[in-house]
Nanobody
């Protein structure tokens, strides 16, 4: 079992930046690939970014490429999502997720076993 707790969400103006954190506890964090997803009201959960257990491989959704950066610190059991150039369409609840094993190119919510409770990001125009 892995417990995930997101933080760092909030209200920001368009063009601003935020850094989300996801703290993990339970099983060995470095054994898990990690992902970030987001869900806006009335929309399906959308893939944002993923990172391999070592941090050497990263993947991004098309809508955030070049603006968001995923990283992890296995010593701190934490994964981060640095967001720059935020747009109103980035407004959503952001969730982190964990998937056991070394395979990290996971783009679907169904590929992840554990989820945090989410943190709200609101971008005003």
């Amino acid at each position: 079992q892995v417990q995930l707790v997101e933080s760092g969400g909030g209200l920001v103006q368009a063009g601003g930046s935020l850094r989300l954190s996801c703290a993990a506890s339970g099983r060995t964090f470095s054994n898990y690939a990690m992902g970030w997803f987001r869900q806006a009201p009335g929309k399906a959960r959308e893939f944002v970014a993923a990172i391999s257990w070592s941090g050497s491989r990263t993947y991004y959704g098309d809508s955030v490429k070049g603006r968001f950066t995923i990283s992890r610190d296995n010593a701190k059991n934490t994964v981060y999502l640095q967001m720059y150039g935020l747009k109103p369409e980035d407004t959503a609840v952001y969730y982190c997720a964990a998937a056991p094993g070394s395979y990290s190119a996971r783009y679907s919510p169904g590929e992840y076993d554990y989820w945090g409770q989410g943190t709200q990001v609101t971008v005003s125009s």
